[in-house]
């Protein structure tokens, strides 16, 4: 059964930083791009980073580019997000997604073509 589980959500004051993991287990995703997406109370399910499968390729929302950072090992199968600068509008529960049917394939932003999800973080930023 493949599993992304996140981990290393919390609450923090405006200024902190927090990094995120997404360790996956049952399968193997270091030939698939893999991504953060993050959802806020009563809005949709928004991107907010992504990496190519071997890591030369990452892709940022607007909102957080420059203060986000997406990273993976493929070794541990698991991506990362450090996240700097946090800002109260960051606050929003944290999803991993991965891609699951494109090896080798060139990063994507559209939240409906990844097969795999985590359960979610909660993000919380103090003004």
């Known amino acids: 059964q493949v599993q992304l589980v996140e981990s290393g959500g919390g609450l923090v004051q405006a200024g902190d930083s927090l990094t995120l993991s997404c360790a996956a287990s049952g399968r193997t995703f270091s030939r698939n791009t893999m991504g953060w997406f993050r959802q806020a109370p009563g809005k949709d399910r928004e991107f907010a980073a992504v990496i190519s499968w071997n890591g030369a390729f990452t892709y940022y929302a607007d909102s957080v580019k420059g203060r986000f950072t997406i990273s993976r090992d493929n070794a541990k199968n698991t991506v990362y997000l450090q996240m700097n600068s946090l800002k109260p509008e960051d606050t929003a529960v944290y999803y991993c997604?991965?891609?699951?049917?494109?090896?080798?394939?060139?990063?994507?932003?559209?939240?409906?073509?990844?097969?795999?999800w985590g359960q979610g973080t909660q993000v919380t930023v103090s003004s």
């Open positions: 997604a991965a891609d699951g049917h494109t090896i080798y394939g060139f990063p994507f932003r559209d939240k409906n073509e990844y097969d795999y």
